[in-house]
């Protein structure tokens, strides 16, 4: 089991930054990468950023240049820079981990409770 606890939503203004957090705690070790996606109402949830290794991350195309993505190994925590934020980034932030298990080593996913992020123009 892995259980993941988000932190730093809030309102900012377009231009401005923010930064998440997503502790991580329980088989952590199992983890074979962390990321972010986000939901905006009415929308579905997509991935922003994940962080698989050191060097080796992804970005969705609409952050890429503006977020990066870390993670600090000995705190079991990843973070999620935000830079030159738009409006459009308004929108329910979720961390993400999985793991691979079973026969087949099939990915499974575990989710934070969210927290919201919303860019006033």
């Known amino acids: 089991q892995v259980q993941l606890v988000e932190s730093g939503g809030g309102l900012v203004q377009a231009g401005g930054s923010l930064i998440l957090s997503c502790a991580a705690s329980g088989d952590t070790s199992r983890i074979v990468a962390i990321g972010w996606y986000r939901q905006a109402p009415g929308k579905q949830r997509d991935s922003v950023a994940t962080?698989?290794?050191?060097?080796?991350?992804n970005y969705a195309d609409s952050v890429n240049g503006r977020f990066t993505i870390s993670r600090d190994n000995a705190k079991d925590t990843a973070y999620l820079q935000m830079n030159s934020m738009k409006p459009g980034d308004t929108a329910v932030y979720y961390c993400?981990?999985?793991?691979?298990?079973?026969?087949?080593?099939?990915?499974?996913?575990?989710w934070g409770q969210g927290t919201q992020v919303t860019v006033s123009s």
């Open positions: 962080f698989i290794s050191a060097g080796n991350t």
């Open positions: 993400n981990a999985y793991i691979l298990r079973g026969t087949f080593g099939s990915r499974y996913d575990y």
